[in-house]
């Protein structure tokens, strides 16, 4: 769809059609807290937001307010080590990055017999491919399927060098008494 899009209309056609739908696109965004999204719905999350800074930055400033929390939700979630996410209402229960969820015990048993990213549903994950164009002679091509929680992480990394490619001087130049530069009360 990027390229179709991206390629058949200006820039600022596409700026205009999208800047008269941001309210419902933030609302859809970033309606729900991002730990309570299932990973899939996490990733789509991070692809669109991703899609949106890199090619119109200016939807999405660095200093809106739903992005900034968006950002240190993932950055809190994605600096808590595997099995230390523990949910209190389900006890035993974990959640490890690479999107394994079950008992607690099972993880451990798991870790220690060195086979826990096994990643078994690979078989059923969708290969490389390249699909035809709507634009006559051009191919889209359809990266390679990987599994939710490794995804999560591409797609994470993909969002973050849009935000630092695209709000390059407010990223680096970012005051420490502002919540771009504010540094994590639990970080020092």
């Given at each position: 769809?990027?390229?179709?899009?991206?390629?058949?209309?200006?820039?600022?056609?596409?700026?205009?059609?999208?800047?008269?739908?941001?309210?419902?696109?933030?609302?859809?965004?970033?309606?729900?807290?991002?730990?309570?999204?299932?990973?899939?719905?996490?990733?789509?999350?991070?692809?669109?937001?991703?899609?949106?800074?890199?090619?119109?930055?200016?939807?999405?400033?660095?200093?809106?307010?739903?992005?900034?929390?968006?950002?240190?939700?993932?950055?809190?979630?994605?600096?808590?080590?595997?099995?230390?996410?523990?949910?209190?209402?389900?006890?035993?229960?974990?959640?490890?990055?690479?999107?394994?969820?079950?008992?607690?015990?099972?993880?451990?048993?798991?870790?220690?017999r060195g086979h826990l990213?096994?990643?078994?549903?690979?078989?059923?994950?969708?290969r490389e491919c390249a699909?035809?164009?709507?634009?006559?002679?051009?191919?889209?091509?359809?990266?390679?399927?990987?599994?939710?929680?490794?995804?999560?992480?591409?797609?994470?990394?993909?969002?973050?060098?849009?935000?630092?490619?695209?709000?390059?001087?407010?990223?680096?130049?970012?005051?420490?008494?502002?919540?771009?530069?504010m540094p994590s009360p639990?970080?020092?």
């Amino acid at each position: 769809m990027k390229l179709y899009m991206i390629d058949s209309m200006p820039t600022k056609e596409i700026e205009e059609l999208l800047s008269s739908h941001m309210s419902t696109i933030k609302r859809l965004l970033f309606a729900r807290s991002l730990r309570l999204l299932p990973l899939p719905e996490q990733v789509g999350v991070f692809d669109a937001l991703a899609f949106l800074i890199q090619e119109i930055p200016s939807l999405v400033p660095l200093s809106d307010q739903h992005l900034l929390a968006f950002l240190s939700e993932f950055l809190k979630m994605s600096s808590i080590g595997d099995g230390d996410m523990k949910d209190q209402n389900v006890s035993g229960y974990v959640v490890d990055k690479n999107g394994f969820v079950g008992l607690a015990q099972d993880w451990e048993s798991q870790q220690a017999r060195g086979h826990l990213y096994d990643h078994t549903c690979g078989v059923f994950l969708r290969r490389e491919c390249a699909a035809m164009s709507p634009v006559e002679g051009s191919y889209i091509i359809i990266p390679e399927e990987l599994p939710s929680g490794v995804q999560l992480r591409v797609s994470g990394l993909r969002l973050f060098r849009a935000v630092i490619r695209r709000h390059v001087d407010e990223f680096f130049d970012a005051d420490s008494a502002t919540p771009v530069g504010m540094p994590s009360p639990d970080c020092c």
